[in-house]
């Protein structure tokens, strides 16, 4: 079966396609099929402004509706589609939401951070990490989600208004980064076993850049090499020299200071990269939804 998922992110807006079998097993074979990727940018208005401009909402629309019509010629079983930290942080996101459900045609929810988190939490079903302590760390334009798990359990979750698109504008003061390293210190204080999951495309543009196999962990200390390396780059050389899209060469050194910042409160030397995000969250959660259904019936 197919389901389809839709994460409009204060950066890029996401539709991500995937192949979901049901093999009598507890755990469902996810294949992602497809990923389509517009960089609308949405947190430069809602972060400055705290509201999305009409140029600015027409080309979410126009977004929306190609990803509307893709999902009509692919025709997905159910899909599921999210708006995060730009969109519950403007005061007319309620009518964006309605122009798209109006123009579109497409069901949109703006999601807390908790429920963010806990999509974002759901790839943890997909059986590739063993047993014990992982703090899931999630790095968008507008925020930081934080996941701990605990023997495939989410143990604690939070969400902070630290992101790439946030930190870039200058728009992220020190009591919001003493009160991520509060959070971080307690919650991961005594685990000796603890490893990180990096998600998100920032991290994922991150590990490419080492070339390493993708089973291999992306260490600390290569992410602060990158860090350094790319800080003395300007954006042309980031795009022309590593090949980096515009709207992730902007924002990819905030991205490693962030994921620098939260693995050095935690104690974590190691990060895992298994290629996740919202999206992919969104996907299980759908399974679980049909899942869910079929028992009722």
Known sequence: ?????????????????????????????????????????????????????????????????????????????????????????????????????????????????????????????????????YLCIDVGGGSTELVLLENNQTRASRSFNIGTVRLKEGMVNRNTWREMERWVRAQCHGLDDLRALGSGGNINALFKMTRQKADHPLSRHKLLELHRDLSRLDQDRREIELGLKPDRADVIVPASEIFLKVTGWAGIERILVPQIGLADGMIHALYHRWKTNQVED
């Open 1 to 133: 079966m197919k389901f389809a998922a839709i994460d409009i992110g204060s950066n890029a807006v996401r539709l991500l396609l995937s192949n979901v079998y049901d093999v009598g097993a507890p755990l469902p074979v996810v294949h992602k099929a497809d990923l389509y990727r517009i960089p609308v940018r949405l947190g430069q208005d809602a972060f400055q402004l705290g509201r999305i401009s009409p140029g600015l909402a027409d080309r979410l629309v126009h977004a929306m509706t190609a990803y509307h019509h893709i999902m009509r010629a692919v025709e997905p079983m159910d899909y599921m589609a999210c708006a995060t930290s730009a969109l519950r942080s403007v005061e007319n996101g309620a009518e964006i939401v309605a122009r798209i459900r109006d123009e579109a045609g497409i069901r949109l929810e703006i999601i807390d951070g908790a429920r963010e988190a806990e999509l974002i939490a759901l790839n943890r079903i997909d059986g590739r990490f063993d047993a014990g302590h």
